[in-house]
């Protein structure tokens, strides 16, 4: 009888463990590889690992450098989501598997050892815009890692049963732990799973193990602070150089970690009492129990993900602009009725690439005028990637350059600033710079094309331009012009005194043209309109056409020639506006039956 309770026991565990495992593995791959693909393709894009020696002393130069080399080398694998998202299950299902067989939990309570790995889901994936201005992007690798080789640590120092070996264990493991895998989990942590392995081994000499515990971390940061790292803050060689995560610091952000601490917390209070019994009398109840726990736990873990849906859209306009798939940026958050202005100024740029300003600038919300036609820069803290590639469309060499160098000089370990940077610089014909980008990411895995590349136009300069999957479509003048930086407020301004100088410059034109429409300026939209067939030799696209016939109407005298379709339209949309006797409810009828038109733009906006 007994032996066939086993046999159920036995197969009941193996269901539950199998089934769990299938469902986490499955639901993560999806949650990853699916859900926020673009977070890894962006956390990849900001971050570059590199095989050689130098890079290797960087990284372990820095308090928690062993943690952030070995994060970097697995954050390489991000270009392929797919590859990446099965790097970090495998690792959180050792965590599951290591917090199972370290803690004794029942298996009737299997599902509770999948806690740590929900949480820690969540806390990778809930980023925000300030992802965009770290410095170390391996924030996806820390976390998870740190817990790992905290865990591994601590199975290790339970399942040594000789005590004298166990202190031996102490020794080396405290400063390990502490400076050379100091990651954001490493000082909430360390010091309770210590605890706990002292206790699980139910040492008459707790006391005097915790005391040597604790004795051996003020040595460990004292040796640390003073002649490992003295140029480092306190904190830095404490917690690591890197950031807990590169979410937003809000109160509401730090739940994750909060509940992740409490895990252990719980766990410590556990091990002060004999483990539970493993006897499961209702196999086929705990079964299901296991499986539904899970089921909760994912969509526990889908709600408290990052649901910023603007922040998302972002991630897609950008790397859709840098894959030059400009009908997919277009598509990103088209409805949306309050988008950010990093979202409006990505969108803006893939509108001007793509030839389409004209024609569909205002079928989007445009809330910020011309403002939402650059990003802001600052010298003085990392800038919002790819700024410095919108003045190099429009022709802005020297602000290009300048906003390129200054982002590459403050995170040199990231391909976005370096590729903007050979770019750049190789437009302005400084092969030097060019050849050394080469030869950097010769060194990595997955950008020894991009290097190709560089090495073509290197040998063969008079392909400088014409290398399409290098530069981009558009081929515009480059003005040897200084011009300061806009400020916000000052855009408009800017681009005015940009294309006076430089007419010949088509996108400048489209700058110069969305800037005046966007601040509704009347007499810069029918300069400029006056000027359109100077270069397009075609039909008016249709925002500058209702832009044109506005102009008629409110200079009252034929200023640009508008088409007979626009002029009947414009005569439908004052008879309408005239009909209209409540002004509270005007702009939202008006918007129903013209809202992706310049006219509701330019009287409701």
């Given at each position: 009888?007994?032996?066939?309770?086993?046999?159920?026991?036995?197969?009941?565990?193996?269901?539950?463990?199998?089934v769990?495992?299938?469902l986490?593995?499955?639901?993560?791959?999806?949650?990853?590889?699916?859900?926020?693909?673009?977070?890894?393709?962006?956390t990849?894009?900001?971050?570059?690992?590199?095989?050689?020696?130098?890079?290797?002393?960087?990284?372990?130069?820095?308090?928690?450098?062993?943690?952030?080399?070995v994060?970097?080398?697995?954050?390489?694998?991000?270009?392929?989501?797919?590859?990446?998202?099965?790097?970090?299950?495998?690792?959180?299902?050792?965590?599951?598997?290591?917090?199972?067989?370290?803690?004794?939990?029942?298996?009737?309570?299997?599902?509770?050892?999948?806690?740590?790995?929900?949480?820690?889901l969540?806390?990778?994936?809930?980023?925000?815009?300030?992802?965009?201005?770290m410095?170390?992007?391996?924030?996806?690798f820390?976390?998870?890692?740190?817990?790992?080789?905290?865990?591994?640590s601590?199975?290790?120092?339970?399942?040594?049963?000789?005590?004298?070996?166990?202190?031996?264990?102490?020794?080396?493991?405290?400063?390990?732990?502490?400076?050379?895998?100091?990651?954001?989990?490493?000082?909430?942590?360390s010091?309770?799973?210590?605890?706990?392995?002292?206790?699980?081994?139910?040492?008459?000499?707790?006391?005097?193990?915790?005391?040597?515990?604790?004795?051996?971390?003020?040595?460990?940061?004292?040796l640390?602070?003073?002649?490992?790292?003295?140029?480092?803050?306190t904190?830095?060689?404490?917690?690591?150089?890197?950031?807990?995560?590169?979410?937003?610091?809000?109160?509401?952000?730090?739940?994750?970690?909060?509940?992740?601490?409490?895990?252990?917390?719980?766990?410590?209070?556990?091990?002060?009492?004999p483990?539970?019994?493993?006897?499961?009398?209702?196999?086929?109840?705990?079964?299901?129990?296991?499986?539904?726990?899970?089921?909760?736990?994912?969509?526990?873990?889908?709600?408290?993900?990052?649901?910023?849906?603007?922040?998302?859209?972002?991630?897609v306009?950008?790397?859709?602009?840098?894959?030059?798939?400009?009908?997919?940026?277009?598509?990103?958050?088209?409805?949306?009725?309050?988008?950010?202005?990093?979202?409006?100024?990505?969108?803006?740029?893939?509108?001007?690439l793509?030839?389409?300003?004209g024609?569909?600038?205002?079928?989007?919300?445009?809330?910020?005028?011309?403002?939402?036609?650059?990003?802001?820069?600052n010298?003085d803290?990392?800038?919002?990637?790819?700024?410095?590639?919108?003045?190099?469309?429009?022709?802005?060499?020297?602000l290009?350059?300048?906003?390129?160098?200054?982002?590459y000089l403050?995170?040199?370990?990231?391909?976005?600033?370096?590729?903007?940077?050979?770019?750049?610089?190789?437009?302005?014909g400084?092969?030097?710079a060019?050849?050394?980008?080469?030869?950097i990411?010769?060194?990595?895995?997955?950008?020894?094309?991009?290097?190709?590349e560089?090495?073509?136009?290197?040998?063969?300069?008079?392909?400088?331009?014409?290398?399409?999957?290098?530069?981009?479509?558009?081929?515009q003048?480059?003005?040897?012009?200084?011009?300061?930086?806009?400020?916000?407020?000052?855009?408009?301004?800017?681009?005015?005194?940009f294309y006076?100088?430089?007419?010949?410059?088509?996108?400048?034109?489209?700058?110069?043209?969305?800037?005046?429409?966007?601040?509704?300026?009347?007499?810069?939209?029918?300069w400029?309109?006056?000027?359109?067939?100077?270069?397009?030799?075609?039909?008016?696209?249709k925002?500058?056409?209702?832009a044109?016939?506005?102009c008629?109407?409110?200079?009252?005298?034929?200023?640009?020639?508008?088409?007979k379709?626009?002029?009947?339209?414009?005569?439908?949309?004052?008879k309408?506006?005239?009909?209209?006797?409540?002004?509270?409810?005007?702009?939202?009828?008006?918007?129903?039956?013209?809202?992706d038109?310049?006219?509701?733009?330019?009287?409701?906006?």
């Amino acid at each position: 009888m007994y032996s066939y309770n086993s046999h159920l026991e036995k197969k009941a565990t193996r269901t539950i463990s199998c089934v769990s495992g299938f469902l986490f593995i499955l639901f993560s791959f999806v949650y990853l590889a699916v859900s926020f693909r673009y977070l890894l393709y962006i956390t990849e894009d900001l971050s570059l690992f590199t095989y050689d020696f130098p890079f290797f002393l960087e990284k372990v130069s820095k308090p928690g450098g062993i943690l952030l080399y070995v994060a970097s080398f697995f954050t390489q694998f991000l270009c392929y989501p797919w590859i990446g998202a099965l790097i970090i299950i495998a690792f959180l299902q050792l965590i599951q598997w290591l917090i199972h067989r370290s803690f004794y939990f029942n298996r009737k309570y299997f599902i509770v050892s999948y806690i740590p790995s929900f949480l820690l889901l969540v806390i990778i994936t809930d980023a925000g815009r300030s992802l965009y201005l770290m410095t170390h992007l391996e924030s996806i690798f820390t976390y998870v890692l740190s817990l790992f080789f905290l865990l591994l640590s601590y199975y290790s120092f339970i399942n040594i049963q000789d005590p004298r070996k166990s202190l031996i264990t102490l020794c080396w493991l405290i400063p390990l732990l502490f400076f050379g895998l100091s990651g954001s989990a490493a000082i909430f942590f360390s010091g309770l799973i210590l605890l706990c392995g002292t206790l699980s081994k139910r040492n008459s000499n707790i006391f005097s193990i915790c005391l040597l515990s604790l004795g051996l971390m003020g040595l460990s940061f004292i040796l640390a602070k003073y002649l490992l790292y003295p140029h480092f803050t306190t904190n830095q060689v404490l917690f690591g150089i890197h950031p807990i995560t590169p979410v937003d610091y809000k109160t509401e952000k730090l739940l994750p970690h909060l509940l992740l601490l409490l895990f252990f917390v719980l766990i410590a209070i556990r091990q002060m009492f004999p483990p539970m019994g493993n006897r499961i009398t209702s196999y086929a109840r705990w079964t299901y129990t296991n499986i539904i726990g899970l089921l909760i736990l994912s969509a526990l873990t889908a709600t408290l993900a990052n649901s910023n849906d603007d922040f998302r859209y972002e991630m897609v306009i950008d790397r859709s602009i840098q894959n030059r798939n400009y009908n997919k940026a277009l598509r990103a958050g088209k409805d949306a009725p309050h988008p950010t202005r990093e979202m409006t100024v990505l969108r803006n740029t893939a509108l001007v690439l793509s030839g389409h300003a004209g024609d569909k600038m205002f079928e989007y919300a445009q809330n910020y005028k011309s403002d939402g036609l650059f990003f802001d820069y600052n010298k003085d803290k990392p800038s919002y990637p790819g700024g410095a590639m919108i003045y190099f469309y429009l022709g802005a060499k020297h602000l290009a350059t300048e906003w390129a160098n200054n982002d590459y000089l403050k995170n040199r370990n990231s391909f976005r600033m370096l590729k903007d940077y050979a770019l750049i610089a190789t437009a302005n014909g400084h092969l030097n710079a060019t050849k050394q980008t080469a030869q950097i990411l010769d060194k990595t895995l997955f950008h020894r094309d991009f290097a190709k590349e560089l090495y073509e136009i290197i040998a063969d300069s008079t392909i400088l331009m014409n290398k399409d999957q290098v530069f981009g479509g558009i081929k515009q003048r480059l003005s040897d012009n200084y011009y300061p930086f806009p400020t916000k407020g000052n855009y408009d301004k800017f681009i005015c005194s940009f294309y006076r100088d430089n007419q010949n410059n088509k996108v400048a034109y489209e700058y110069y043209l969305m800037s005046a429409l966007l601040d509704k300026n009347v007499d810069k939209i029918s300069w400029g309109l006056k000027r359109y067939w100077n270069y397009y030799k075609s039909t008016m696209p249709k925002h500058y056409s209702e832009a044109a016939a506005l102009c008629n109407y409110l200079y009252k005298a034929p200023v640009v020639y508008v088409n007979k379709v626009t002029l009947e339209k414009f005569k439908e949309f004052l008879k309408m506006k005239k009909v209209q006797n409540n002004p509270a409810t005007e702009a939202n009828v008006m918007r129903k039956n013209f809202g992706d038109t310049y006219w509701w733009y330019y009287f409701y906006k």
